[in-house]
Antibody, heavy 119, light 112 residues
Framework: QVQLQQSGAELVKPGSSVKISCKASGYTFTSYDMHWIKQQPGNGLEWIGWIYPGNGNTKYNQKFNGKATLTADKSSSTAYMQLSSLTSEDSAVYFC????????????WGQGVMVTVSS | DIVMTQGVLPNPVPSGESASITCRSSKSLVYKDGKTYLNWFLQRPGQSPQLLTYWMSTRASGVSDRFSGSGSGTYFTLKISRVRAEDAGVYYCQQVREYPHTFGAGTKLELK
């Protein structure tokens, strides 16, 4: 069965960077885009962008250009998102989710990673 | 960016009643292939969002037929029939018609 297992919660200092992971199993990792979504405490969902692990192509929400960098490691079926120059506005839960081309939707989601930016 | 605006439910909703959640987009979500690129998700407390419907009205695999999506190019409704305790949570609409994909702010469903 399809599973997306994300890394654990992070407590990081302002101005630093953090890299979170999303390990995929149960399907061909290189054949599906992986999307990333941000959810601030008590708030809604915000789309960050996607990566196609097959060739490394990416697409970002312009709002996250320079903030988020998406990469993927085919050998371990793991997608990564690095967030840089962290501020309190980056404190949020970050989800990875698989994109289903056939129906244009996010059919499987990771459990989410809580990133807390605090000194 | 396409702005998605969701309505508010008159909470709490009595168990067994119906609930309709509305969502409006600032631009038509109908593409030239005739499909409407609007998805609905449910996020239960402490969980990840779960896909309910795609292409506005097609239920995702395993989703109860108590959930039905409908609408036009810019106005959409998710109807939940015979509401049950497990339906409680926040419902989000999402447009995937163009980038950046955008979500509504969410509509909370509480049960009585």
């Amino acid at each position: 069965q399809v599973q997306l297992q994300q890394s654990g919660a992070e407590l990081v200092k302002p101005g630093s960077s953090v890299k979170i992971s999303c390990k995929a199993s149960g399907y061909t990792f290189t054949s599906y885009d992986m999307h990333w979504i941000k959810q601030q405490p008590g708030n809604g969902l915000e789309w960050i962008g996607w990566i196609y692990p097959g060739n490394g192509n990416t697409k970002y929400n312009q709002k996250f250009n320079g903030k988020a960098t998406l990469t993927a490691d085919k050998s371990s079926s793991t997608a990564y998102m690095q967030l840089s120059s962290l501020t309190s506005e980056d404190s949020a839960v970050y989800f990875c989710a698989r994109w289903n081309y056939g129906s244009y939707d996010l059919d499987y989601w990771g459990q989410g990673v809580m990133v807390t930016v605090s000194s | 960016d396409i702005v998605m605006t969701q309505g508010v439910l008159p909470n709490p909703v009595p168990s067994g009643e119906s609930a309709s959640i509305t969502c409006r987009s600032s631009k038509s979500l109908v593409y030239k292939d005739g499909k409407t690129y609007l998805n609905w998700f449910l996020q239960r407390p402490g969980q990840s969002p779960q896909l309910l419907t795609y292409w506005m009205s097609t239920r995702a695999s395993g989703v109860s037929d108590r959930f039905s999506g409908s609408g036009s190019g810019t106005y959409f409704t998710l109807k939940i029939s015979r509401v049950r305790a497990e339906d409680a949570g926040v419902y989000y609409c999402q447009q995937v018609r163009e980038y950046p994909h955008t979500f509504g702010a969410g509509t909370k469903l509480e049960l009585k």
